[in-house]
């Protein structure tokens, strides 16, 4: 059985005792160790069922694929924090950036597992979707309304790019940077690439 081949019948669930919270939750973890350590490749039912020491059925009862346990995981991660504000646009991004100056965590150990699978399944890339994109594009809203309070407005032009650049820049993280950024690193990538972006003359 594949990770996606849970049974249909799995999406009605049929009347029965009350699902276990405590089982739900263990169900979870186990899935995002699997995929923290080993990647979506290696996470299926038989595997998850066998670390939770749980019946598969009581995985079926919840999710109706594997893509939805993960979906429902992924969503719950709060991968991305709105810094402090520290009086500048430079500052507040190398302060988001922060984060990259470690070495991955569990959840974004996981969520990286997900990045190129997430290309052909739907489920997957909304789980991303809503861990990493829409709080992305949320942050970035804040920051350029700080920085707009400060006289340092960004044009609309110019923050639709910066949203490009720093989600790609954070997939890139999740799945080529192999050892953490110092802060110097951090700070060049804010000077060199993303300022640059938002200052620029827009043609």
Known sequence: MTSTDLPARAAHRSPGRPLSPELSEQLVAVAVDILADEGWGRLNSDRVAA?????????????????????????????????????????DLVALLQPWTRALSREERAAAGLVGAAHHDEELRAGL????????????????????????????ERLALLRTLVQALWWERYTAFSTPLSDAEVADLVDSVLLPAVTAPTA
């Open 129 to 156: 979707d809503a861990a990493v994109v829409k709080p992305l594009a949320t942050v970035l809203d804040e920051l350029a309304a700080r920085a707009a309070d400060r006289g340092e407005g960004i044009s609309p």
């Open 51 to 91: 670390r939770a020491r749980a019946g598969k059925a009581g995985i079926y009862r919840r999710w109706p694929t594997m893509s939805a346990l993960v979906r429902h995981a992924v969503t719950g991660f709060e991968l991305v924090t709105c810094p402090e504000d520290t009086g500048s646009l430079r500052g």
